[in-house]
T-cell receptor, first 113, second 114 residues
Framework: DAGVTQSPTHLIKTRGQHVTLRCSPISGHKSVSWYQQVLGQGPQFIFQYYEKEERGRGNFPDRFSARQFPNYSSELNVNALLLGDSALYLC????????????FGSGTRLTVV | GQQLNQSPQSMFIQEGEDVSMNCTSSSIFNTWLWYKQDPGEGPVLLIALYKAGELTSNGRLTAQFGITRKDSFLNISASIPSDVGIYFCAGQAADNTNAGKSTFGDGTTLTVKP
């Protein structure tokens, strides 16, 4: 069975540009969460989507947005990129909205120059 | 906001030694989770703890949910080279606003010398 898949695996963008990151959850999982992991730190919660609705939002600016599609895949969008947005972006999926532990993908490494 | 303090930040041990790391929080959590992250990969769940005082094992790993619900520890017995990696604790709070949110510590980097 395929795990959580994220694309692309690596990305280089210029300050001010826009980026879209994609995530496909494990088959049957309806919840997708996005985390940002800056080098040397633990992941920080950005969003959770369950049944195509936003169910939770972390302390991130409005430049960050996301959506979930009918097939439960998800996109994370970041506008007006800043150097500080450089990080590993992790997607995690689970069966339900509130669950104890998630399955993470391998992440998208975003570098903003 | 919620913060997790994870210690130690790094550990260098000899193969075969036991390891202990812990996490403390300023807030109460309903669930404590322990993950391991290898380079280039996402975190992998090792152990989940659901109630205060709970002690759970997974092979050579043992974790406990503190009585105050503000702390947890992870022990690894008889370490082996493949235990190398970064170990993260994470907590999930009781409030329904962010029911799926996990708050992570900054990790303990474990190095095992053969």
């Amino acid at each position: 069975d395929a795990g959580v898949t994220q694309s692309p695996t690596h990305l280089i963008k210029t300050r001010g540009q826009h980026v879209t990151l994609r995530c496909s959850p494990i088959s049957g999982h309806k919840s997708v969460s996005w985390y940002q992991q800056v080098l040397g730190q633990g992941p920080q919660f950005i969003f959770q989507y369950y049944e195509k609705e936003e169910r939770g939002r972390g302390n991130f600016p409005d430049r960050f947005s996301a959506r979930q599609f009918p097939n439960y895949s998800s996109e994370l969008n970041v506008n007006a990129l800043l150097l500080g947005d450089s990080a590993l972006y992790l997607c995690a999926s689970s069966l339900a909205r509130q669950t104890y532990g998630y399955t993470f993908g391998s992440g998208t490494r975003l570098t903003v120059v | 906001g919620q913060q997790l303090n994870q210690s130690p930040q790094s550990m260098f041990i000899q193969e075969g030694e036991d390891v202990s790391m812990n996490c403390t929080s300023s807030s109460i959590f309903n669930t404590w989770l322990w993950y391991k992250q290898d380079p280039g990969e996402g975190p992998v769940l090792l152990i989940a703890l659901y109630k205060a005082g709970e002690l759970t094992s997974n092979g050579r790993l043992t974790a406990q949910f503190g009585i105050t619900r503000k702390d947890s520890f992870l022990n690894i017995s008889a370490s082996i080279p493949s235990d190398v990696g970064i170990y993260f604790c994470a907590g999930q709070a009781a409030d329904n606003t962010n029911a799926g949110k996990s708050t992570f510590g900054d990790g303990t980097t474990l190095t095992v010398k053969p």
